[in-house]
Structures are given as C-alpha cells and as structure tokens.
C-alpha cells in the first residue's frame, strides 16, 4: 500500500486549538517603508551635492546619514517581502526573523556611520574649515520638512521592530537637519565656525543611545531570549502549581520574531489520562497570564511509574 505524498502546506497546517501565529508576519506595509526610501535616498543626493559645495560638515554627515538610511531603508523593505512569506519545506518557521536580522544590521550600519562623524568633527576642531552658512541652511531647512514627511510615515507601523530601528536612522536625520540647520544661522550671522563639527558631533551621541536599544532588542531575537515582558522562572512555577502536574523540565521560551513568544517543554505527570485536561490548563494558563498561544509540550511518566 503506498503512502500519501505529503505537501510542506500541509505540514504547515494549523487547525482548530493550534496556535494562531501563522510563522508569517500579516499587516505590513510596503508602502510606509517604499515612501520612505524615495524620499531618504532623493534628498541625500541633494544634501550630499549640497554640502560638498558649501563645505559643511553638518551637511555631509547629514547626507551621509541620509545614505545609510536610504540603504538600511532598502533592507528593511526586502527583510519585509521576506516576512510576508510563508514557511517552507527548509524553513519550517518561515521568515518573521528576517526583520530583526535587518534591524541588527541596520543598527550597525547606523553605529558606523557615528563613529564617522565624530572622526570627522575632530579633524574640523583641529584644523577649521570655511562653511556657506546661508546654502548650509537652506538645504538643512528642506531636510528637516523631506524627514517629518518619512518620520510621519514610517510612525504608521508601529509593530515592527525592523520598521522602528529605520524610524530611528530618520529621527537620527531630522536631528542632523535641526543641527545643520542651527549651524547654518550662527556660520551665517556670527562667523563661529566650530559650530559645524560641534552639533554633528553632539547629535551623534543624541541617537547613539536608541541605536544602542535597537541592537540589544534585535540581537535578543535572534538569539532565542526569553521575551522581555515574560518572567521564565515564573512560567515553570506556575507550570508546577497546576494540577497534575509533578515537575517542570526542558522549558524553553522565546519569540518566533518580535512580539510572537513561544513555549516548548516536558510536563511530569502521575497518568497520562489526566494529560488532555492538564494540557487544557496549561495552555489557558499561558494565553491567559502570558499571552502565549504557540504551546509544544511532550507529556512523560515519573522515572517509577515508567519502570
């Protein structure tokens, strides 16, 4: 008798009482983050064209940052193709880590990019270098509209970690345009040249903090982390106080990809004819308490009841 062919779709399967995360991320748009590529990658050609011309640091770091963004952008856009996805017969979990990946990446690139303007300013205190504050500050005053307008759409997604590291890299823009901008009026009313490399370096250090958040957050992902919201030694206590329950071991908990926790496990128990209503409780316990629906238990005999 020959077997049925089995299809991945169908290993993939969830029925009734199975976990509702489907191991795909829904409700993304492309849009935000597409909208918010144009316009990073349009006007960083022209603060680039802009600061070469005038001399400015503060222009330059600000087109620089504005290329990273446009780059991490693109990231960002494909990790979400990418998470739209559903598992495949390699990928059993599908893709929803593909936006942690790229906010990591995102963030470093970011973390790199700082680094380059604190180098940068340095040499501009050492040695002061002539600046056009007027076209530093006419330039900077287009920046700082062309990022409330990529801030404001990529604030509509406020579910995706991958979405608000590149959020991040545009706040981090829109305070490069409020520095060039600052810095633009005092090269061009007093003269004060130290300015330039001054707020660059200062706006650096402004986002250098949430840079710092992005990476801890995404690194946690990727490396399986019990979710910060979920306290894992009370998960097995409260495991343990169920009844039927004897002991709690092999107890694993993390996110599948940002706010998607998972639990895996082994339950000790005297009968396994109690296991269907222990494992009832056990899952209304954590979807209840933990907001955990993906549950995977292996149900085991004490070591004397097995002999």
């Known amino acids: 008798m020959k077997s049925r062919p089995i299809s991945s779709g169908h290993l993939h399967a969830h029925r009734a009482g199975d ?16 909208w918010a590529l144009a316009l990073t990658l349009g006007f960083a050609i022209v603060e ?3 600061g ?3 001399n400015s640091l503060a222009l330059l ?12 952008l693109a990231l960002a856009l494909i990790a979400q193709i990418f998470a739209k996805r559903p598992p495949s017969a390699t990928k059993s979990f599908g893709f929803g880590r ?32 002539a600046v056009q504050g007027e076209v530093v500050f ?16 990529l604030s509509r997604d406020k579910q995706s970690i991958n979405t608000r590291a ?5 706040m981090g823009d829109l305070l490069g345009s409020i520095a060039a901008l600052a810095a633009g009026a005092v090269i061009y009313l007093t003269g004060w040249l130290p300015i330039d490399p001054l707020l660059s370096v200062f706006v ?3 986002i250098l903090k949430t840079i710092i958040s992005i990476l801890r957050e995404s690194y946690h992902i990727l490396m399986e982390g019990v979710p910060p919201n979920i306290d894992y030694m009370q998960v097995g206590a409260d495991l343990a106080m169920i009844d039927g329950v004897l002991s709690v071991h092999d107890l694993h908990v993390w996110d599948m990809s940002a706010g998607q926790p998972a639990l895996i496990g082994h339950i000790e128990i005297r009968d396994l004819q109690q296991w269907p209503a222990v494992l009832d409780a056990i899952k209304s316990l954590l979807r209840d308490k933990y907001d955990i629906d993906h549950v995977t238990l292996q149900a085991e005999l004490p070591p004397m009841v097995k002999e």
Not at 61 to 72: E, L, P, V
Not at 140 to 150: P, Q, W
Not at 166 to 170: D, G, I, M, S
């Open 204 to 206: 650096s250090l402004l």
């Open 98 to 129: 593909a936006e942690a990946l790229a906010a990591f990446v995102n963030a470093f690139a970011m973390l790199a990019m700082v680094c380059w303007i604190v180098f940068e300013a340095a040499q501009r205190f050492a040695s002061p270098q």
């Open 52 to 54: 070469l011309w005038s």
């Open 138 to 153: 006419v330039v900077a005053l287009i920046g700082l509209m062309v990022n409330l307008i990529a801030a404001g759409i």
């Open 166 to 170: 590149a959020l991040v890299n545009v």
């Open 48 to 50: 680039l064209l802009a």
């Open 19 to 34: 976990a509702s995360y489907r191991h795909f991320i829904e409700g993304r748009s492309l849009g935000v983050l597409g």
């Open 61 to 72: 770091s600000d087109a620089g940052h504005m290329a990273t963004d446009a780059i991490t």
